[in-house]
């Protein structure tokens, strides 16, 4: 366990070289409980995306939806789910996660041990292993990781292998699955069949992590797709705070974490750059080593942190490293036209050598081989990275980091060679991938005008993608005066207000009113009281907008609209500030927990819980004594979610309270796990009044341990229904499949919860006589029952559950049919994605999107045809141009013979054509 935890305890900082603890610069994040980000390219936009595409369902109000219930704190995550697959994008900390998950579970149950709560047989073996190396060999599964472990850890081996093997049989091994990305997409389903087949026999918990593009689903049975959350304010400033503490030796005149908090706040665009863990880490160490000086554009940071990085390294502090940049541009626009963003060390080593030969400006370079080159530019603090430390496989240390490199090669070719430089981004303005280059490109550029105008002379598909685009690069650029620009700017709004909840179109605005007055003039004119009873989804999109933008004018209107608009603007102007969280707006929502109407209280309770200072938890404090169980309850997640010892020990005052849903707030956030309290709680179980062993029962379901779990087997028995509630939510959460016996008779108990929790659990089983026990229950009365049965089908997925889910696209409830669709979508086969295509055309707008979305996800070139011979006025319909479009996307990226969509070639009356030519020549 020592061998464990100091393989994963520290990290070397950027800009000292030395040590520190993980645990140090450790912020705790929040996942989400569903899928919610599904863009299909990786920019610094795609989170914007994915939120404006969710904002459209909790804007209408007929539906049981509400974003915020499905975002849980990592560690209750890991708590109530045996198997996670964790999702995001590069540098938002998936690797990270599990090596600090490594770390903890080997020093607990060391100490564990040590205290002699534990045996040797019970101790748990953290395992810490990349799904590439399983991969690429041929043994089992068991012995591969076995072999994994013996490199690792040679020097306890030899201690080890006589108990490794029986561990993992027992289950007692945590596997942390890093990078399933990693593995060719062409292997994944071989991969998926070996592991799944080795936990049929070996039942051990495990987390694996993705990236989010390209991962299809389904690799893990039972697995909980979770998602992480970008960083929210509170994390940021919790996070750099905790830089500057630990990661400093000496202070600087003008240098501190609340200096750079303060510059951030002001600057909405970093802000959001600052979302991303790895983003911050660099920002941190660049503001320390004063290279950097805020404000700045994306592109000026890149700039900033590529010439940080190498003078890291050279010891001669520049001499040669403005060299070494122009070859790395050299890489990276090469392997960004062959798509890739992993390469070997001959791919390197063969571009390398091409570039020397070809670059004239790489002369002071010739002297040296390209392996001693590649050497130097992979070194510890180099821009190219091992993937492994005995790997051959080499990334950029971040993904934009490539595409800042990108554009700075086409900037300098557009210098040399204006014609030539335009042609080669013409070239590129149908590939998804390029556009974050393109992006960044304008703001490397003097004068940016002439690649706006070579952006918008072409012709644009029926997506507006060039429109989007050259609104993207204008965001990167310094505020400028042109009548292009307005003309871009004009038409964006316009195509905005059509579809305001169209993800790929609100991000735009959301980045153009960061950067230009212009854009931002127009949403705060027109969040105007006129608008509040016209188009209520607009308003709701238009605040969200300001919102995101967050900049000082942004505010003034949001707080205006707080303290005047009706009941459900004043709910979004909350939620809006919220997302800022500065001082003045947790001034202007503290009377907001004063508000006449109980949503908006609420949202402005949830407000305080993502800002999370000290005047926000003292307002809080307040709300927990609101005259409405809706609020008390939003306050005590939001001191939950805040989740510092000042907050943890307010909700313990709490524990008692007189309403329910507060304890149970309070509860499912402060760690309760001392053995005399867990014993307490058992005994509880068997007490004679229901109320004593309603709040063992939800507490024990919380702590979600083995014994605890164990312990609420019997509730399911309990003559009072809340008991049965907690106990099935609890083993739900669970999927241990020695409960199956226990909860198949659960299907037929008389409360519908009950019921509905058992179909979860043993949705999350996954064996045949799980699924023979559910369908039946796709004819219980409750229809909430019923839908959980569909979804746990859903998640099986076998030829037995899809016959049974296809009659349900008929059920006369929307919900239903709904909720088919996307199980539909989950199971991914040829019939499922034949018997979506008709419920894009269903009289309900909630089945046509989630139609939508299950054939976003399983989709063929064959579906988008099918798609583009709709009627012109279906495909204007927001969920069937986001469908097209992310196919459409997709295929891009998969470099299918696709051409854009162009307006021609959609509609019964556009003579729609197969879409058979390649993406270069004539368009």
């Known amino acids: 366990m020592e061998d464990i935890e100091s393989h994963f305890k520290y990290k070397t900082l950027l800009h000292t070289q030395h040590p520190i603890s993980r645990k140090s610069l450790y912020v705790p994040i929040q996942v989400t409980r569903e899928r919610n980000y599904r863009h299909e390219v990786e920019t610094f936009w795609g989170y914007a995306e994915s939120e404006a595409e969710l904002k459209r369902a909790y804007a209408i109000k007929n539906r049981d939806v509400e974003a915020k219930r499905y975002r849980v704190p990592w560690e209750q995550a890991k708590k109530n789910y045996q198997r996670l697959m964790v999702l995001a994008d590069p540098g938002m900390g998936k690797s990270a996660l599990l090596r600090r998950e490594a770390a903890l579970t080997a020093a607990s149950e060391r100490q564990k041990l040590v205290d002699a709560q534990i045996t040797v047989e019970d101790v748990v073996f953290p395992l810490f292993i990349r799904l590439v190396d399983l991969h690429e060999t041929a043994d089992d599964i068991a012995v591969a990781i076995a072999s994994l472990v013996q490199r690792d850890y040679p020097t306890t081996w030899a201690d080890i292998q006589p108990?490794?093997?029986a561990k993992l049989r027992q289950g007692k091994c945590l596997l942390l699955f890093n990078a399933l990305d990693e593995v060719p997409k062409r292997d994944?389903?071989?991969l998926a069949t070996k592991l799944n087949q080795f936990l049929e026999t070996h039942p051990c918990p495990i987390i694996?992590?993705?990236?989010?593009?390209?991962?299809?689903?389904?690799?893990?049975?039972?697995?909980?797709?979770?998602?992480?959350?970008?960083?929210?304010?509170?994390?940021?400033?919790?996070?750099?705070?905790?830089?500057?503490?630990?990661?400093?030796?000496?202070e600087k005149d003008g240098i501190s974490a609340a200096s750079l908090i303060?510059?951030?706040?002001?600057?909405?665009?970093?802000?959001?750059?600052?979302?991303n863990p790895r983003l911050l880490y660099l920002l941190c160490s660049l503001y320390y080593e004063q290279v950097l000086t805020l404000p700045a554009r994306r592109s000026q940071i890149y700039q900033k942190t590529v010439e940080y990085l190498l003078s890291q390294w050279t010891h001669h502090r520049g001499s040669d490293s403005g060299v070494k940049i122009r070859l790395l541009e050299d890489l990276a626009y090469q392997f960004t036209c062959k798509g890739q963003e992993v390469f070997d060390s001959q791919e390197l080593k063969q571009e390398i050598a091409n570039a020397l030969e070809q670059d004239q400006g790489l002369e002071p370079l010739r002297q040296q081989t390209p392996a001693q080159l590649l050497v130097q530019l992979s070194g510890e603090q180099g821009i190219l990275h091992r993937l492994t430390q005995e790997g051959d496989r080499y990334v950029f240390i971040h993904r934009i980091t490539q595409d800042y490199l990108t554009a700075c090669y086409l900037q300098r070719v557009i210098q040399d060679n204006p014609s030539q430089g335009m042609a080669l981004v013409k070239a590129h303005l149908w590939e998804y991938d390029w556009h974050q280059s393109i992006s960044l490109l304008a703001g490397l550029m003097d004068d940016p005008i002439p690649l706006f105008q070579a952006i918008v002379q072409e012709k644009d598909d029926i997506f507006s993608t060039l429109l989007l685009l050259t609104g993207r690069a204008i965001a990167e650029c310094k505020q400028l005066s042109h009548p292009l620009i307005t003309e871009v700017i004009d038409h964006i709004y316009d195509l905005w207000h059509h579809y305001p909840f169209v993800g790929f179109i609100a991000s735009t605005v959301v980045a153009l009113g960061q950067t230009n007055s212009q854009m931002a003039e127009k949403l705060q004119q027109d969040l105007d009281e006129k608008q509040y009873y016209t188009r209520k989804d607009f308003v709701a999109a238009l605040i969200a907008a300001l919102g995101q933008i967050g900049s000082p004018s942004a505010v003034a209107t949001l707080i205006k609209a707080l303290n005047q608009g009706p009941w459900y603007v004043r709910g979004e102007a909350a939620t809006a500030l919220g997302y800022i969280g500065d001082a003045e707006t947790v001034k202007a929502l503290i009377p907001a927990l004063r508000d006449e109407d109980t949503v908006v209280r609420g949202e402005a309770a949830a407000a305080m819980g993502r800002i999370g200072t000290s005047a926000a938890i003292q307002a809080l404090i307040i709300a927990l004594h609101d005259n409405d169980s809706y609020v008390r309850g939003e306050a005590a997640m939001a001191l939950a979610q805040i989740g510092t010892p000042e907050a943890l020990q307010e909700l313990v005052k709490v524990l008692n309270h007189p309403d329910s849903f507060v304890r149970w707030q309070a509860s499912g956030a402060i760690h309760l796990e001392n053995p005399t309290v867990v014993q307490a709680l058992i005994q509880a179980l068997n007490h004679p009044q229901d109320q004593i062993r309603e709040e063992a029962a939800m507490v024990l379901g919380k702590i979600a341990t083995k014994e605890t779990l164990e312990a609420l087997i019997p509730a399911l028995q309990d003559a009072d229904p809340v008991v049965r509630e907690e106990a099935a939510e609890a083993l739900a959460r669970s999927g241990n499949p020695q409960t199956l016996e226990v909860l198949i008779p659960a299907l037929a108990d008389t409360d519908p919860v009950v019921r509905q929790e058992a179909a979860a659990a043993l949705g999350r089983m996954g064996t045949t006589p799980a699924l023979t026990a559910l369908i039946p229950i796709l004819q219980d009365q409750d229809k909430r029952v019923r839908k959980q049965g569909i979804e746990s089908l859903g998640r099986i997925g076998t030829p037995a559950a899809l016959q049974a889910l296809i009659p349900l696209l008929k059920d006369g409830d929307g919900d239903i049919r709904g909720a088919t669709a996307t199980a539909l979508g989950r199971i991914g086969t040829a019939p499922a994605l034949q018997a979506l295509m008709p419920l894009l055309k269903d009289n309900d707008w909630f089945v046509r999107e989630q139609a939508a979305m299950a054939l976003s996800r399983i989709g063929t070139p064959q579906t988008l045809e099918a798609l583009l011979q709709f009627p012109t006025t279906e495909i204007e319909r927001p969920e069937i141009l986001t469908l097209i479009r992310t196919l459409a996307v997709r295929f891009s990226r998969e470099k299918s013979p696709l051409v854009p969509v162009y307006p021609e070639l959609v509609g019964a009356m556009g003579g729609f054509r197969r879409l058979g030519r390649k993406l270069s020549g004539k368009r």
């Open 262 to 275: 303060e510059q951030l706040r002001q600057n909405p665009q970093l802000r959001g750059l600052a979302q």
């Open 188 to 190: 994944r389903n071989a």
């Open 208 to 250: 694996c992590t993705s990236r989010i593009v390209g991962y299809g689903g389904a690799f893990i049975n039972g697995a909980k797709e979770v998602e992480i959350i970008p960083l929210s304010q509170p994390q940021i400033e919790r996070f750099i705070h905790a830089w500057f503490k630990h990661g400093t030796d000496s």
């Open 163 to 165: 108990w490794l093997q």
